[in-house]
């Protein structure tokens, strides 16, 4: 086994992993030198963090050398480093959400390097990389609805409101939305990433995202949900670290459901779209045009849903010059109560709980 294997495998012990595909190995080879592959490899995976000298030990490499290729992969955000009581120690990061965002960010120039590696990632979403991401029960990620497209009278929760969310956040920044970055397949705004509290300070340290106010932050909002772009966070309740405004061209989300045909509940608000007002509908079929995920069509009575397709965004709804389309709701399911818990769950369907306790044991001799 080579050190990009080894680092490979470490790197696919995170919720959503990195699978062993011919794809994700030519990502690690575009991203990593051979040298920085070596050390990367034994740089340990949450929760557990080593010193720069732990790690060459464990490499077997000279302390000056793992230093400065550490610290490179740190300032290339390919690696986290933090300082505690003093001491400069380093973990992993996932793949995604991850490394690959971290390089397609604000201010991240796109040289030859990364546009190869955004290609790749691109691609590799169309495979196994792609059926990690969506091939499971549990999603890392949810949709939000648009507020303005619910049904008047309805009730909607606290963590189903986005302008709720990013109000009680303590910090709040912007950044360029990675997917649609790396993809470059459509011209949809990219400034519309809303990164929020712990997330928020940290990119903005390192120069990946703009500290902004709330209202800058809902405006950003407004001008997604202009675009047909759908609102989607991490599957737990506030505090959450992320909204994220994409397109089913680009968006590593929801590409699942457009292109791999998986169910739509899996990611899913608790709505879906209804006509609520039939005598409003004049089949003009803009929310046909609009809906980002291809669930409607357009008959002499007007729009036919296809639930299995509706992932309860509101975009059609939000573009609905009569009125006559809203969100309805469809359930209350609660997301989970925190990323530890949603982590634990996805790993438990991936079958990889034994494998990363080996792991942790493994980091900390």
């Given at each position: 086994m080579d050190y990009?294997?080894?680092?490979?495998?470490?790197?696919?012990?995170?919720?959503?992993?990195?699978?062993?595909?011919?794809?994700?190995?030519k990502i690690l080879r575009v991203l990593f030198s051979p040298e920085e592959a070596r050390i990367a490899s034994h740089v340990p995976n949450p929760p557990v963090m080593l010193t720069a000298g732990r790690i060459a030990r464990k490499a077997r490499a000279g302390a000056g050398e793992a230093e400065r290729i550490l610290k490179g992969l740190y300032e290339r955000n390919l690696i986290v480093s933090v300082k505690v009581l003093g001491e400069r120690r380093?973990?992993?990061m996932p793949a995604v959400p991850g490394l690959l965002e971290m390089q397609f960010m604000r201010n991240q120039v796109i040289d030859e390097r990364r546009a190869e590696a955004g290609r790749l990632w691109d691609e590799s979403l169309n495979g196994e990389f792609g059926e990690e991401n969506y091939g499971f029960p549990t999603s890392g990620a949810r949709v939000i609805p648009i507020n303005r497209a619910i049904d008047a009278g309805q009730r909607v929760y606290s963590y189903e409101?986005?302008?709720?969310?990013?109000?009680?956040?303590?910090?709040v920044a912007?950044?360029?939305?990675?997917?649609r970055k790396a993809a470059?397949?459509?011209?949809?705004p990219l400034d519309v990433c809303i990164m929020l509290n712990t997330s928020a300070d940290y990119l903005a340290a390192r120069g990946l995202a703009r500290r902004v106010t709330v209202g800058e932050a809902l405006r950003a909002m407004e001008r997604a949900a202009d675009a047909g772009l759908v609102p989607t966070t991490t599957n737990t309740k506030p505090p959450v670290q992320i909204i994220c405004n994409c397109c089913t061209c680009c968006c590593a989300t929801l590409r699942g459901v457009t292109a791999l045909g998986k169910p739509a509940q899996t990611v899913s608000s608790n709505f879906k779209c209804a006509?609520?007002?039939?005598?409003?509908?004049?089949?003009?079929?803009?929310?046909?045009?609009?809906?980002?995920?291809d669930a409607l069509s357009i008959s002499e009575a007007g729009p036919v849903i296809d639930e299995s397709k509706c992932v309860g965004c509101g975009v059609c709804a939000h573009h609905c010059k009569t009125g006559a389309i809203s969100l309805v709701r469809k359930s209350n399911a609660a997301p989970f109560d925190n990323s530890l818990a949603l982590g634990a769950k996805m790993m438990l369907e991936r079958g990889k709980i034994p494998r990363v306790l080996k792991g942790i044991a493994e980091d900390l001799l």
């Open positions: 990009y294997d080894k680092l490979r495998e470490k790197l696919d012990l995170f919720p959503i992993g990195f699978p062993d595909s011919e794809d994700c190995m380093y973990t992993l409101e986005a302008e709720k969310i990013i109000r009680k956040s303590g910090s912007i950044t360029d939305c990675a997917c470059g397949k459509c011209d949809a006509v609520v007002h039939e005598e409003k509908c004049v089949a003009c079929g803009v929310c046909v045009e609009k809906c980002p995920m």
